[in-house]
């Protein structure tokens, strides 16, 4: 597991790197503010099932509870199936094994990824990291900075929006109450100043943006998070 300290590193130069790939200087609370701008809902749980923390993403998630949620500081489904699925999977990593769960209700998908921190004959605390699904490339702001950077108006980034969500022309035309012919004309203006050859390879290179979450979300703070470890 990764062991940081929360003491500066007072030498001259950089500090040399621990096992773990992280310099002394490194403490617990840069490592929180970190984990809170990851494009993924992370959960980590201890031994006995519950939530030692839980970033930004995934408050929000859980705060929301359409597939899953928190009860008694422990990781639940909003189904029954949900909770024995989740459990299975903790059990499962618990004895050093990886597990994929894929989850679906009322048209929203949810998958979580179940890592194991530690390996069974090791002799630290056991845990567990639950990563969830990245959210939509048109939820994080890393569309919005590509569409500044490149000065698109509000209509194409609004377009580019749209199909990042995977919306097709027609579909686009309507949601904006334009023309098809406005919208292709848009796509044309798209593709020459970002020198995009196709959608295909516009949207190949908006999804290969560094993500950048949203930092102003209303969600309840979880108690076992320190507030001071974490964004609004």
């Given at each position: 597991?990764?062991h940081t300290?929360?003491s500066?590193?007072?030498g001259e130069?950089?500090?040399?790197?621990s096992d773990?790939?992280?310099?002394?200087?490194i403490g617990?609370?840069?490592?929180?503010?970190?984990?809170d701008?990851?494009?993924y809902?992370?959960?980590?749980i201890?031994?006995?099932?519950?939530?030692?923390?839980?970033?930004?993403?995934?408050?929000?998630?859980?705060?929301?509870?359409?597939i899953?949620?928190s009860?008694?500081?422990?990781?639940?489904?909003?189904k029954?199936?949900f909770?024995?699925?989740?459990?299975?999977?903790?059990?499962t990593s618990f004895?050093?094994?990886r597990k994929l769960v894929m989850?679906?209700a009322?048209g929203r998908e949810?998958?979580l990824?179940?890592?194991p921190?530690?390996h069974p004959l090791e002799?630290d605390?056991?845990?567990?990291?639950?990563?969830?699904?990245?959210?939509?490339s048109?939820?994080?702001?890393s569309?919005?900075?590509?569409?500044?950077?490149l000065?698109?108006s509000r209509g194409?980034?609004?377009?580019?929006?749209a199909l990042c969500?995977?919306?097709?022309?027609?579909?686009i035309a309507?949601?904006?109450?334009v023309?098809?012919s406005?919208v292709?004309?848009?796509?044309?203006?798209?593709r020459?100043k970002?020198?995009?050859p196709?959608?295909r390879?516009l949207?190949h290179?908006?999804n290969?943006?560094?993500?950048v979450?949203?930092?102003?979300?209303?969600?309840?703070p979880m108690?076992?998070?320190?507030?001071e470890?974490?964004h609004?």
């Amino acid at each position: 597991m990764l062991h940081t300290t929360e003491s500066a590193w007072s030498g001259e130069g950089p500090a040399p790197l621990s096992d773990g790939g992280v310099r002394p200087g490194i403490g617990r609370q840069h490592l929180m503010r970190v984990f809170d701008e990851i494009d993924y809902g992370m959960v980590i749980i201890d031994a006995r099932g519950a939530i030692l923390h839980a970033n930004h993403l995934a408050r929000h998630e859980l705060a929301n509870g359409r597939i899953v949620h928190s009860r008694g500081n422990c990781l639940l489904g909003s189904k029954a199936e949900f909770t024995a699925q989740i459990q299975e999977a903790i059990e499962t990593s618990f004895r050093g094994q990886r597990k994929l769960v894929m989850m679906s209700a009322d048209g929203r998908e949810l998958s979580l990824a179940f890592t194991p921190l530690s390996h069974p004959l090791e002799a630290d605390a056991p845990s567990v990291l639950v990563l969830m699904s990245r959210q939509n490339s048109s939820d994080n702001l890393s569309v919005r900075l590509f569409a500044r950077s490149l000065n698109l108006s509000r209509g194409e980034e609004a377009v580019l929006v749209a199909l990042c969500r995977g919306l097709q022309i027609p579909e686009i035309a309507a949601l904006h109450r334009v023309a098809e012919s406005t919208v292709r004309s848009q796509i044309k203006t798209l593709r020459e100043k970002t020198g995009a050859p196709s959608i295909r390879s516009l949207l190949h290179r908006v999804n290969s943006l560094p993500p950048v979450v949203p930092a102003l979300r209303v969600v309840t703070p979880m108690s076992h998070n320190a507030t001071e470890f974490s964004h609004p």
